[in-house]
Structures are given as C-alpha cells and as structure tokens.
C-alpha cells in the first residue's frame, strides 16, 4: 500500500531532478505541486539566482501566474531534458467509494513551460489499464533522449463497472505493483503498456511487488531503468530499447536495506545509488554493462544516513550527493568518488542541515555565477513550508536561507 496516500507525512518519496547550470540570467523559475485541494495544483515561482531568494510576500510564496490542475493527490514533478515541459505523478484515489476506476486510478499530467516561466496544461494521461485494478503513480523518471517516460506505479484491486473478475480481494486491497511505460512527443503522453515487477521467492501473498521509486541511467551507463519496491527490500533492473520497451536484467531484483524509498544514477560514472527508509542508510552499487547490480569496490558499502531518506540527488557534476531525510527533517550530504563510487560524509559544519518538517522532494539549481555555487530547495510536505540553501561548490556545505511559508501540503519540486 502506498506509504501516506491519507497525507500523513512520511511519503513517498521518488524524485527525479533536472539542473540548468552556469546561466547568465540572474532569475529563473521553481515549480511546486500541492496536494491541498482536489485536484491538485502546480505553480511556478521565481527564484533570484544571485541571493537564493523566491517571490514572497509576509513570509509566504507568491506564484508567477495563475497555479494550474492537476490530478488528485500529485506527487513527483519532473522537467524534460530541454526544461520546455513538466511531468507530475498524480496518486488517485484508490480507496474511493463505488466502481468508476476513472475516479481511482492516478495519472501523469502534463503541462507546457512557457517562455515567461508560466504553465499550460496539455492535459492528463492515465498509465494503460489492467482489468480488475486501478493503476496510482508515486514516481516517475525521464529518459535523457526525452523520449519515454518510466513511472513506478501501485496497484490495487478494484472492479470497475466494465469489469468482469472472478473472485476479486475487496476493493482497495494492494495488488502487484507494474513500471507503466508512456511515450513522449511534444510534451504529449501516449500509455503504451506496463511491465511486472518481478518477485522474489518467498511465502504466498507476502510479497506482493510495492514499488516506491524510479530512476533511468545516464547514458554513459546504458539503457537501465531501476525501480525500488519497499515490500521485498530490493531495486529490480531493466533495460530499454529503442521503442522504450522494457526486459529485465540479468538476476532481475537485488538485494538492499529495509523499505527503499528512493534511487538514483548519478550524471556520470556506472554507478547506483539507494535509500532505505527503514534502515536510515544508503546502498552504493556498480552497474555492470549487461545492467546487474554488484556492491562497489570499496570498503564501505552502506552508508548511514539520516532518519528516514526518500530522495537523493547530486550537483551536475556528480561531486556531492545529498539525501532527504523524511523522518529527521534533515538534509545529509556526502563526497562521492567518481572512480569506485564512495560516498563519504561532508564532516565540516554544513554537511547536515535541518529542513521544514517533513520535507518529502528537493531540487538543485546553479546560481548562475562561476563559482561553482548552486540553491538546493526542499519541498516540506509536513511544515507546509520550503527551505532553501546555498551549496558551496569548493566544500559542498550548506548555508540556511529564511524558510518560507508554501501552499497546503507541498509535494514535488523542479527548477528550470
């Protein structure tokens, strides 16, 4: 079952994150989703390179524009390579009342950035359907052509009017989870199909597949896709081709730390990275060049990290990796060795900084001078509130901006 699909605080929690670095523009844009309404809403923000500052008035955000719909409950928010469209995973409402799955199932909505930072929406897509359940997002990730886009999607048991099922569980119960394949042309989504998640041998009925998180390599490292489920402690491998379809690597699921809510690929090197909410720690592999998993060369393996981690992400360049700790309201930030993939804690005063309460998605920025800084900003779904810092590119500390106020129960986050 999805982890607070109710609102409680600790969510799911799958970021993909995309950074535009070095510009000359001294402004740019942040765009945040809100689960305080039904539908939801996404809403742009402009945020001052030079100062780390966002539009605010008394202590509060302050949207570029009219905010737009979404689906219900929006989740993870991605931009395409080209920073031209924004993608949300929409959860649903799997426990919903009656047979109508339109009102169940989630979808991936997606909107057109405008030149002026503002938002368009072209429309929601939901993942292609299985007879007898409903099909609910909680993370999603792009390839780096733009071409396909990979979400990791719940299931649960529930007959639609149209369905005709022998002996169904009672609506609402979780099912198998799936990687629901879309295609992508202009910002248009089109569901072409979904893949099972392998499982594990194990007793029946107490492994059911619950997928938390997704990621899709660099292209350096090959055509992978990675996606974490919480139930079995393990991350499953596929690879793509060229039509975005999806076969699973050899030894298909690996093994990691108890419940994994998020995973990442750096953008450069072979190398994977995931976190383990119930074991507070990070495990570290290599990519082989067929796309199965082995601990890295080093001597140290799993990292420990913060209470709670559901997301992860890097600076361009791949030198820090920072982890979101849901449950400490914390950000840890770690060195990573581009040659065996290590990570080791940033020591000095900066390397773990307090966020709002709860924060649940963060997102990286340049601020756009040659210094090698960048604004890391968290979106606190608990603290309705996001925080922001200014990472030091020479020592990868962090330094405290004033948190601000932001729309009920803030979710996903991107920076163009």
């Not at 030198?319 to 700790?325: E, S």
């Amino acid at each position: 079952m999805r982890f607070g699909w109710l609102r409680c605080a600790l969510m799911v929690g799958v970021l993909a994150f995309l950074v535009n670095c070095g510009g000359s523009s001294k402004s740019t844009f942040i765009y945040l989703t809100s689960q305080g309404s039904d539908p939801g809403t996404l809403s742009a923000f402009s945020l001052n390179l030079s100062k780390g500052t966002l539009n605010s008035d008394n202590g509060a955000l302050k949207a570029t524009g009219k905010s737009v719909a979404t689906g219900t409950q929006p989740g993870p928010l991605i931009l395409d390579p080209t920073n031209s469209f924004a993608f949300v995973a929409d959860f649903g409402n799997p426990q919903a009342a009656g047979n109508d799955n339109t009102k169940k199932t989630g979808d991936i909505a997606a909107f057109s950035v405008n030149k002026d930072g503002s938002l368009s929406s072209l429309g929601l897509t939901p993942p292609k359907g299985i007879a007898c359940e409903s099909l609910n997002p909680v993370g999603l990730a792009i390839d780096p052509s733009g071409k396909f886009i990979f979400v990791a999607s719940q299931a649960f048991s529930n007959v639609d009017a149209n369905d005709t099922c022998s002996s169904p569980p009672p609506n609402g119960t979780p099912a198998a989870g799936v990687v629901s394949i879309f295609t992508v042309s202009s910002g248009k989504l089109t569901a072409v199909g979904n893949v099972a998640i392998p499982v594990p041998p194990g007793p029946a009925g107490s492994n059911t597949p619950t997928p938390s998180a997704i990621a899709v390599t660099n292209s350096a490292a090959g055509n992978f896709v990675y996606v974490t489920d919480s139930t079995n402690a393990t991350v499953v491998g596929f690879t793509f081709d060229a039509n975005g379809t999806l076969t699973s690597v050899p030894a298909q699921f690996f093994v990691v730390g108890n419940t994994p809510r998020a995973v990442l690929c750096p953008p450069a090197g072979a190398f994977l990275y995931v976190a383990n909410a119930g074991s507070d720690n990070i495990y570290e592999f290599t990519i082989n060049p067929d796309g199965s998993l082995v601990a890295i060369s080093a001597t140290t393996t799993i990292v420990p990290t913060g209470v709670g981690p559901i997301a992860m992400l890097t600076d361009p360049a791949g030198k820090y990796l920072y982890a979101l700790n849901n449950g400490g309201s914390q950000i840890t930030g770690y060195t990573a060795n581009h040659v065996t993939g290590a990570l080791t804690p940033i020591s000095a005063n900066g390397g773990t900084v307090s966020t709002g309460a709860n924060p649940v998605a963060f997102t990286i920025r340049s601020d756009g001078s040659t210094t090698g800084n960048f604004w890391i900003i968290t979106s606190n779904f608990g603290g309705n509130s996001v925080s922001t810092f200014l990472l030091n590119g020479p020592t990868g500390t962090l330094a405290a901006v004033p948190q601000l106020t932001a729309p009920v129960a803030p979710y996903g986050i991107a920076a163009r």
